[in-house]
């Protein structure tokens, strides 16, 4: 029987509550857009497997409550993580100030291999910006991030930033997936590298086309 995938790799969304983590997460998986904020409580996942770099990657998606009450239970998922989404609203400036908080928690409980990327959501709303665009590319390249602004709603770089980020991720685990991949038949679970693996699963999606 063909392989389902060939490496799994655990990504995490990070931001303050309402920055629109789940929106992101559900375009990517889903292709839906929900206009109504329902917070996450504690955590969540989904999953969709692609092909990147030729490589049949299924992602575990863990998408984080933004607010505070939460933050006990979701640095326990920092761990496990290979790649982080760091996410604030083009349309509120204190969520773009909280990202040196967020990053400052990565650094203390991700391990020192992960991979971050930096995300300016709801670019749609152009007219209600107060982050200019050169903000978030400066403070990506002060912390060595890649910079995407994206749009849940109009599906504007939603796929990018995922392959991107795990492209990163592949990249940086090089050397234990071409000494996997190359010698036997078995599923590498990166996300089994540093911790217990997971007993939940969902089905498989299909890439979706980008419609940006
Ligand atoms: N215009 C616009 N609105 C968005 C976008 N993404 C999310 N939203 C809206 O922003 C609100 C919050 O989105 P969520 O995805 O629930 O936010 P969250 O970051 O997961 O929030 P918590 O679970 O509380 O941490 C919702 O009303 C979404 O419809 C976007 O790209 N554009």
Known sequence: ????YDVLVRLLILGD???GKTCLLCKFTDNEFNSSHISTIGVDFKMRTLQVDGIKVRLQIWDTAGQERYQTITKQYYRRSQGIILVYDITSSSSFQH???WASDVDEFAPDKVQRILVGNKADEEQ???VPKEQGSKLAKTYGMEFFETSACTNCNINESFIQLTQQVLQAHKKEMDACLGSTNLYL??????GEQDKQDSDANSLKPCTC
């Not at 029987?1 to 389902?4: F, G, I, L, N, P």
């Not at 679970?189 to 540093?194: F, H, K, N, P």
């Open 99 to 101: 990202i040196l908080k």
């Open 1 to 4: 029987m063909a392989k389902q």
């Open 17 to 19: 509550s309402g920055v």
């Open 189 to 194: 679970d990166m996300t089994s590298l540093g």
């Open 128 to 130: 209600m910006r107060k």
